[in-house]
């Protein structure tokens, strides 16, 4: 029998359910509000991460294709520019009989006008308001001027009819193409400070959230303990109420062991009914089991150490029912007792750190249950044989073996 059958069987033993279901249920439903509160955390940690993520994927979108389109500005103004259209159309008007710079001024007139047509979807796409007609016409008009410079002869013209020939008013082309750069740039800048400010807003707002989950669980998580250890300190005090009543000595050790709690049967059985608590094991005291080589002897307390159980316990040897010999002050008689222990060191609002249960006992009808099982064994061995029939030697050393 355990010490959890001996607790079974005492008549209060429905109070180690302190509340019963409802504190069940308590805890069962503290527990579900700290899942929900994790639960809650994880799933909105997930859709304000990917929300994040989804404005830095348009944010990088944004700075690539304003990349994109800063790099096809510069392209345009480089066939447009110094080192361009314009460079090759005065060489073609002031050097009329060499028709290459016609060629290399048309090949920058055609890429600039596909680099301008591409400039306005990307731009369109994005719905950024910008007005380029005026340098659409102006490349127009350089190309009929090209076509002109390859159709008339124009070295017999001075410099006024040449002028009125040739000369294109580009200050619209100009004003057109300053404002596209800058209406791009402060768009993009407008674009990703918008993106910023988005990303800015939800990490604050996750963070404000994610402290109030954490504070939330916090609050319950610290309920819930004091709810748990309150209904524990519940359960230990009737715990060791139960004791006080059980038909078995029950002796509290501490881990020093010191004797910190007896109950009322111990005090009977150690024959100590006004010993005041804390107090030291007594000098003289031992607990060997019955079956040690020192119990068989005249004097089974003759010597402590090994042999002694509470030494033993207090080191971390478990015991049930164990036969053993008490004997609680010197000159007393030796008492038969089982012992059996139980560490209880996990009830922090309990002195006790282990508990010796005795129960009476009595070590010569173990001893003669084993003679009387060495003997039955015996004659089981030889199946003609049977106790009434046998006779002789062997039979005799049984039958006084039995009677000692």
Known sequence: MTFSDILARHPDQKLLRPGGGVARLQIVLWNAALMSIVLTFIFASIAFGARIADLRHRQENITTKNTMLILDMI??????????????????????????????????????????????????????????????????????????????????????ELDLVLRVNDMKALDDLSQLITTIAEQALVKTADISDGIQTLSNFAAAIGTALLAAGFVIARERYNFARKALSARVTQYFGMLETLPQGVIGLSAEGRIVSLNQTARALLAAPALALPANWPRGAVL???????????????????????????????????????????????????????????????????????????????????????????????????????????????FGQWRA
């Open 75 to 160: 392209r345009l103004e480089g066939e447009l520019g110094y080192g361009g259209f314009i460079h090759n159309y005065k060489n073609a008007v002031l050097r009329p009989g060499e028709p290459r710079n016609i060629e290399k001024a048309e090949e920058n007139l055609e890429r600039a006008l596909r680099l301008l047509r591409r400039i306005e979807l990307a731009v369109r796409g994005d719905e950024i308001p910008i007005t380029i007609e005026g340098l659409r016409q102006t490349l127009h008009t350089y190309s009929d001027r090209l076509i002109t410079l390859k159709q008339e002869d124009i070295t017999a013209l001075g410099a006024r």
């Open 288 to 398: 060997l089991a019955c079956d040690e080589p020192a119990s068989a002897s005249a004097s089974p307390f003759g010597s402590e150490g090994e042999s002694d159980l509470v030494t033993l316990a207090l080191r971390g040897v478990s015991f049930e029912r164990k036969p053993a010999l008490l004997r609680f002050a010197e000159g007393e008689r030796p008492r038969p007792v089982r012992l059996t222990t139980w560490c209880c060191d996990r009830f922090e609002d309990h002195p006790a750190a282990l508990l010796l249960i005795l129960e009476p006992g009595n070590c010569r009808k173990r001893r003669r249950r084993k003679v009387d099982a060495s003997a039955v064994s015996g004659w089981r061995r030889r199946p003609s044989a049977s106790p009434r029939r046998a006779s002789g030697p062997a039979a005799a050393a049984a």
